[in-house]
């Protein structure tokens, strides 16, 4: 055992036989109890030697603070398989799913180098879209495990799974899902030009940050025009998802067809991720009360095929939630 080391717990789920992580991992078997060395950063993992392995599924191990970068090295080197698994629980993968592709885009839209930025959006939409694809979550897991801080990287996140469901919803095939979830990654890279004082800005916006604000789809389209790995449907995402149907958005009030329809699927979700998550100036909506307010844009902001397949995904996933806690109940009862 470390001195001095700082514990942060990992899911043991995330953990697979034979694997070397190439940091320590410790366990605390009763809380107040020093950790105890479990397996150090030599060996490879053997999941029998934990206690009850059958029942650990849910269950956190610990590793120092400082061998974190490694972790997090070791997840993206293995999300694929961790999302393939099926002994892994579906929140799990879930996790693993936003912890990566969120920290992916953390470090690029930091670094800012937009060929850079493109090309891991491109690297991670693959296995995004393909467990997103494996029909075995609803609306309401996946928004449980993701972040809903206000930052342009984690709103970006959201928004790219979202339209992954809602372009999946919708029946387009996994190959234009993966283009909608770049396009989802890439929708905001205009707000990179915007300070964060403007961005996180409390109180109202005075009328020189507004119109800075609202210039941010001009300048991710032109951030991303001359790229050659990004379609026309993806630049149009950037450009035209704060477009609405009745010519009330902008940067040019264009409206109805004149919106391609990646656009309108983005501002769709694009709205629905803000309004469930953290503002400085707001609590965050439930799932339904988000839905309550979007339908008030029916036709008017937002295209009504778009937005009833979004209310369907929303309705759908609480309908299986309330199934789901009544099961809890009655078995509880039982
Ligand atoms: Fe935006």
């Known amino acids: ?112 180098d937009i060929q850079s930025i493109v090309s891991s959006a491109n690297e991670v939409a693959e296995n995004t879209v393909r467990f997103l694809n494996s029909g075995q979550l609803h609306l309401r897991q996946l928004s449980e495990v993701l972040h809903h801080d206000y930052t342009t990287f984690t709103h970006s996140t959201n928004v790219s799974f979202y339209c992954t469901l809602l372009a999946g919803h919708l029946g387009y095939s996994q190959q234009e899902q993966k283009e909608i979830a770049i396009g989802g990654l890439l929708h905001d890279l205009g707000k990179l030009e915007i300070s964060e004082r403007i961005l996180k800005k409390p109180d109202r916006l005075n009328w020189e940050e507004y119109c800075l604000l609202q210039r941010h789809p001009i300048t991710g389209f032109e951030k991303l025009a001359d790229n050659e790995e990004v379609s026309f449907g993806q630049l149009m995402m950037a450009y035209q998802h704060h477009e609405r149907i009745d010519g009330s958005g902008y940067p040019c009030g264009v409206r109805g067809s004149d919106i391609h329809p990646w656009a309108k699927i983005c501002a769709v979700v694009d709205v629905f991720e803000a309004i469930t998550s953290e503002r400085p100036y707001r609590v965050p909506l439930s799932n339904s009360e988000a839905a309550e307010l979007l339908d008030k844009g029916r036709g008017r902001e937002f295209d009504t095929e778009m937005l009833d397949a979004w209310l369907e995904i929303i309705m759908q996933s609480e309908r299986l939630d309330v199934t789901r806690s009544h099961r809890t109940t009655v078995s509880v009862v039982a």
């Open 1 to 112: 055992m470390k001195a001095q080391c700082s514990y942060i717990p990992i899911s043991i789920a995330t953990l697979t036989d034979g694997a070397m992580l190439g940091l320590d991992i410790y366990q605390r078997l009763q809380p107040g109890l020093p950790a105890t060395l479990l397996f150090s950063r030599n060996e490879p993992i053997d999941l029998h030697q934990l206690p009850a392995p059958n029942s650990c599924v849910n269950r956190r191990v610990l590793i120092c603070r400082q061998d974190r970068d490694q972790y997090e090295q070791y997840l993206k080197n293995n999300w694929g398989r961790i999302l393939d698994d099926p002994n892994v629980p579906v929140a799990n993968r879930l996790s693993v799913m936003n912890e990566v592709v969120r920290d992916v885009m953390n470090g690029e839209f930091h670094q800012g």
